[in-house]
């Protein structure tokens, strides 16, 4: 599976952005995609995760605010972030996995997009 991201940009504090991370490969459908990001001179971490049957995992600090969802028709997977603040200012990936490893962690997951910054200014 080779995955590309893309939707980021530069916003103000509250306004909203639509990632897309759209996938090749025929079984998409059974990968449990995730979003991570990465904040300057911050590890990476886990944002949101959706699996195959459609269960979402989100990090408490955008519970609330941001929405994973996928098109498996499309092989696309997205992240709508609404109520953006400067905190969530990092380069944002997609992965994927179907080995059943640990949602939150990015070990387990052998697919990775390229990242897409986004911006959030005060």
């Known amino acids: 599976v080779q995955l590309q991201a893309s939707g980021g940009g530069l916003v103000h504090t509250g306004d909203s952005l639509r990632l897309s991370c759209a996938a090749s490969g025929r079984t998409f459908s059974s990968y449990t995609m995730a979003w991570f990001r990465q904040a300057p001179g911050k590890e990476r971490e886990f944002v949101a995760a959706?699996?195959?049957?459609?269960?979402?995992t989100y990090v408490d600090s955008v519970k609330g605010r941001f929405t994973i969802s996928r098109d498996n028709a499309k092989n696309t997977v997205y992240l709508q972030m609404n109520s953006l603040k400067p905190e969530d200012t990092a380069v944002y990936y997609c992965?994927?996995?179907?080995?059943?490893?640990?949602?939150?962690?990015?070990?387990?997951?052998?697919?990775w997009g390229q990242g897409t910054l986004v911006t959030v200014s005060s």
């Open positions: 959706i699996s195959w049957s459609g269960g979402t």
């Open positions: 992965a994927g996995q179907r080995n059943g490893g640990s949602i939150y962690g990015s070990r387990s997951y052998h697919y």
